[in-house]
């Protein structure tokens, strides 16, 4: 059974929040890559070493992989097809997304990245030796946004369950 969209369309904010969300995490992969090609990208000569080694390549490129997909699925959350498998796909094409399908997953990554990202303003405080002056200064900067990652999903997660979830009496 093929079913089209039925909810109203998300809130500005969280269409926007979701795009920034992608934004947020762009930085620290592309630094990761960074790293993968070669580059110390603000680690010393000896902090730099342990980077070279095919596993930490493949560990970070992985990570940014990863993590910049995970960030892109909020999209998910505000998109059509967050609502309703797209046609393309094989067997489930066109079928409604239940809403605790997406809730769930969104709401346990909400809570798991703000716990993961909460101590991160504390960066300033801990001597990083294996890094030269700017590159600590740099880390530092681009990781601090990922403190709002989980605190965007988790008010996206909620608008999307508010637009989709059944309501007694329909």
Known sequence: MRIQGTTAPAPRWAVRSAHLIAL???????WRIALVLGYPAGYTDA?????????????MLTLSVVTELAALLT?????????????????????????MAAVVPAAFGAVALTAIWATMPLWWTFPHDDMTRLGHHLVGVI????????????????????????????
Do not use: D
Not at 24 to 30: E, M
Not at 85 to 92: F, K, Q, S, Y
Not at 145 to 153: I, T
């Open 143 to 170: 990781y601090q946004p990922l403190v709002l990652w989980g605190p965007l999903l988790g008010m996206i997660t909620i608008s999307y369950w508010r637009r989709t979830a059944p309501r007694a009496g329909r």
């Open 24 to 30: 947020i995490v762009l930085p620290t992969a592309l």
């Open 75 to 99: 999209l998910g959350l505000v998109r059509p097809w967050g609502e309703v498998v797209p046609g393309w796909i094989p067997v489930l094409g066109g079928r409604r997304v239940r809403p």
């Open 47 to 59: 902090g730099f070493e342990s980077f070279e080694t095919p596993g930490a390549k493949v560990w």
